[in-house]
């Protein structure tokens, strides 16, 4: 069978894995919790941003390894990525600047989504026998609905996703926008990657969640940063910016230039998807994190865990969709991350843009290895125990200096699709289990008054 003919296979199951149906049980997920919590996300939108950026303390000696902060750190580094800067552009390139709303309707809905599962995850965590907490999805399901074999079932596939998204992919998009804007040789990205990463993940999550800390809320600001200067330069065009992504969010997107045009289901489903890949929510990886965190509240926890989908999807997308609609390019017919690079540097020069684009785009991957790394151990630990870390932490690390130096074609379908699969336990999980989410709600907000 040809390399062809694999990809092309890959890219027909992806389809199916991705398609409408999986789209609509996210986004209807998020909308049926949005209903039965009454609108929460957008009610404690507020304290859960002071609970999560202003207040930031807590008892260390609540059960827990990492304080919720960097808990909502490592979440945030591993859905930080290269979707924030190459999903939008793709959803843009494709579906027109209307598929910017749709990725603001995800992550309205995906807010609770992420609340929801962070609040299961920390309710129904436990310790290992290494005194460290273990929790997410694999846990809730089995614990909470005593579908140990569901539960198995996202463990496999969140393992797996772990070397694909969460590795290869990552690994090999620094090794090329490192070769590309400075000249870095493949393999010298590929020695650096695996020391910086060994380092820190051989430490566990306490070592991971120390350095996502410090570097997660450094790589924001330093891409919001760049972001602002050009939207500030141009504010004459925003509101016309604005304008173009409510219009063409319900109409169809005329071809202009390299632009092919857009009819509305597909601007919807590609401002849906790319939000969906962005984000997260839904897809079970981010209440594994959220399980590590310092406090006896599981809704304290989801409510600072819900601030995670606003942060990646309200901000850091919508400022890279209005960066990308101002300077006009998404109308040449390029896509992905040289269209983010393209925009930028339209706005701020040729040097400056590129480079703001390469760097962001490198510490945006390199802090998805990280945060990734610790979801796929806890899948693996889930399945094989405490005696398979050690090997797994080497395995890892060892993949991002291939993942660096390879050709992944087959590996960024694969990837996607085992991506996708995590979503279908996860979700049958919290619907299932949404009365007990509700009433954990109930009870903390009542305690509150």
Same mark, same amino acid.
Request: net charge neutral; hydrophobic share 50%; with cysteine.
């Given at each position: ?16 894995? /991705? ?21 929460? &996300?957008?009610?404690? =939108? ?7 950026? %202003? ?14 902060? &960097?808990?909502?750190?490592?979440? #945030? ?10 999903? !939008? ?15 603001? %309707? ?15 995850? !920390?309710? $129904? ?13 694999? $846990? $809730? ?28 992919? &990552?690994? *090999? ?13 493949? /393999? ?12 820190? %993940? #051989? ?16 790589? @924001? ?6 972001? #602002?200067?050009?939207? @500030?330069? *141009? ?9 173009? %992504? ?32 962005? *984000?997260?929510?839904? +897809? ?29 999807? #309200? !901000? ?22 040289? =269209? ?61 200096? @291939?993942?660096?130096?390879?050709? =992944?074609?087959?590996? /960024?379908?694969?990837?996607? @699709? ?14 299932? +289990? ?16």
């Amino acid at each position: 069978m040809s390399s062809e003919s694999i990809l092309s296979l890959i890219s027909e199951i992806s389809g199916i894995v /991705w398609g409408i149906p999986t789209i609509v049980l996210l986004v209807g997920t998020g909308l049926w919790l949005t209903i039965k919590l009454k609108l929460f &996300q957008f009610r404690k =939108l507020g304290p859960s941003l002071y609970l999560a950026l %202003i207040k930031r303390k807590e008892d260390s000696n609540e059960p827990g390894d990492i304080t919720h902060f &960097q808990a909502l750190m490592t979440a #945030l580094s591993a859905t930080v990525g290269t979707g924030n800067i190459a999903g !939008v552009a793709t959803a843009i390139a494709i579906g027109g600047p209307g598929a910017l709303f749709w990725m603001w %309707i995800t992550g309205l809905v995906g807010m609770i989504t992420k609340y929801a599962e962070a609040l299961l995850a !920390v309710k $129904y965590r436990e310790k290992d026998e290494y005194g460290n907490m273990s929790g997410g999805p694999m $846990y $809730y399901i089995s614990k909470g609905l005593g579908w140990k074999w569901l539960g198995k079932l996202f463990a496999i596939f969140a393992a797996i996703a772990a070397f694909g998204i969460g590795n290869t992919v &990552q690994s *090999n998009s620094v090794a090329h926008a490192l070769s590309s804007t400075f000249g870095i040789n493949e /393999w010298v990205t590929a020695i650096v990657l695996v020391v910086a990463t060994g380092a820190v %993940i #051989l430490g566990g999550i306490k070592s991971i969640g120390s350095v996502t800390g410090l570097l997660v809320p450094v790589m @924001i600001l330093f891409y919001i940063g760049g972001a #602002l200067l050009i939207i @500030i330069m *141009n504010i004459n065009a925003v509101p016309e910016a604005f304008g173009l %992504i409510l219009e063409q969010a319900f109409t169809p997107t005329a071809g202009a230039g390299g632009f092919l045009g857009a009819t509305v289901m597909l601007t919807i489903r590609m401002g849906v998807a790319r939000g969906v890949f962005s *984000n997260e929510s839904g +897809l079970g990886s981010s209440p594994i994190a959220a399980a590590a965190a310092q406090t006896k509240s599981p809704v304290a926890q989801a409510m600072v865990s819900m601030t995670q989908t606003f942060i990646d999807t #309200l !901000v850091v997308c919508t400022l890279t969709g209005l960066v990308i609609i101002i300077s006009g390019k998404w109308t040449e017919g390029i896509t992905g991350a040289e =269209l983010t690079s393209t925009a930028f540097t339209d706005g701020m020069g040729s040097i400056l843009g590129e480079y703001i684009v390469s760097i962001g785009l490198t510490l945006f991957a390199y802090s998805t290895l990280l945060g990734w790394s610790y979801y796929g151990e806890r899948s693996v630990f889930y399945l094989a125990g405490g005696r398979a870390i050690k090997t797994y932490r080497i395995i890892f690390t060892l993949f991002v200096g @291939i993942g660096a130096v390879s050709q =992944l074609d087959i590996v /960024w379908g694969v990837a996607d @699709i085992f991506n996708g699969l995590m979503a279908f336990p996860n979700l049958i999980g919290l619907l299932a +289990l949404t009365p007990v989410i509700v009433n954990e709600t109930k009870k903390y907000l009542e305690s509150q008054k």
